[in-house]
Antibody, heavy 122, light 108 residues
């Protein structure tokens, strides 16, 4: 059974760096083809793809946020960490991590975490 | 990054069918479109992947298709529990991905 759970601060101040951790179970990031992604959703708005890291450490980022985003995996801890620098109130959102499988193209998310709300305010 | 445009809302009566479109603004939609259902304050749930494949446990009332630069999700035999937001998602080229603008499905 695959599960993912996001953790991190609920409130951050403008200009600070956000660090979120996705802790997962039921799969390994050592398995060929597997990946973990981060997605966010501002209140009342649409989902936004942020970043992906694959089993082979290949990383992909949302072009508009590439300079501020870093994704990293810790295979031994079954964790994926997302950092977003220079936080702004427009970054207020629920942040989700999700699993990309080996089946088919792999270009989809078949399991999601519950999400964690991050508010940016002074 | 190419956008995926969806209608803001669609509605239908119980037992009827609704179709949600997902249009890529430039060039054809890749064969890597997936669809997600999201109820209020819940995490998204995968409903369709790779254009028309259904994960285990998803009712066969949900089906996906693609033609040119438009992918579609059809819900047949609409049920009250299908009332939710739906998002398409696709590979956008150059190792990037994009979600659609989202569609609210209302069961009348």
């Amino acid at each position: 059974q695959i599960t993912l759970k996001e953790s991190g601060p609920t409130l951050v101040k403008p200009t600070q760096t956000l660090t979120l951790t996705c802790t997962f179970s039921g799969f390994s990031l050592r398995t060929s083809g597997v990946g973990v992604g981060w997605i966010r959703q501002p209140p009342g708005k649409a989902l936004e793809w942020l970043a992906l890291v694959y089993w082979d450490d290949d990383k992909h980022y949302r072009p508009s946020l590439k300079r501020r985003l870093t994704i990293a995996k810790d295979t031994s801890k079954n964790q994926v960490v997302l950092t977003l620098t220079n936080m702004d109130p427009v970054d207020t959102a629920t942040y989700y991590c999700a699993h990309t499988p080996v089946d088919g193209s792999g270009y989809y998310f078949d399991h999601w975490g519950q999400g964690t709300l991050v508010i940016v305010s002074s | 990054q190419s956008a995926l445009t969806q209608p803001r809302s669609v509605s239908g009566s119980p037992g009827h069918s609704v179709t949600i479109s997902c249009t890529k603004t430039s060039s054809d939609v890749y064969n890597y479109v997936s669809w997600y259902q999201q109820h209020p304050d819940k995490a998204p749930k995968l409903m369709i992947y790779d254009v028309n494949k259904r994960p285990s446990g998803v009712p066969d009332r949900f089906s996906g298709s693609k033609s040119g630069n438009t992918a579609s999700l059809t819900i047949s035999g609409l049920q009250t529990e299908d009332e939710a937001d739906y998002y398409c998602y696709s590979y956008a080229g150059k190792n990037t991905f994009v979600f659609g603008t989202g569609t609210r499905v209302t069961v009348l």
